[in-house]
């Protein structure tokens, strides 16, 4: 059950740097995605202490990350004016709204399945003593958020 409890921390932790930011310095707010993106790969290369290699494959993670963002993403803009008409319409459509929170949900399984999957594939680039850096680190963060 703790490995299960770290496991699904640790994911939440890096899809929430990724997503979040974690930070941006200065613009946390303003920054692009990609900007976040590259602040979060910097600060895990650092507190990691990774090697060249591993941060070689941080950064395809990143980049294949911010790709997969972007084409998951893409229609947010069509969901979202489909969405007002049905608010503005006189009557809502619920087999239409319903349809669009289902696709919602599976755009967002997909992105779920995806970033475990891209976890692993770091996971598997680690030293132990990376992995205790980063379980630390994630202790750490459960702490300050509890």
Known sequence: MKKKTLIISIVTILTGGLFAGAGCRHHSMHCS????????????SRELDL????KLKLNQIKDEFLAKKNELHGNRKEMLDAFLLQVNSSQ?????????????????IEMRKYLVSKFAEFHAVLTP??????????SEFHEKCN
């Open 33 to 44: 995605a990609e900007k976040k993106a590259e602040w979060v790969t910097k600060k895990i």
């Open 51 to 54: 090697t060249d290699e591993q």
């Open 92 to 108: 809502i459509d619920e087999e239409k709204l319903n349809s669009l929170i289902a696709e919602k949900e599976t755009k967002m």
């Open 129 to 138: 003593e990376q992995r205790g850096k980063l379980a630390a680190k994630v």
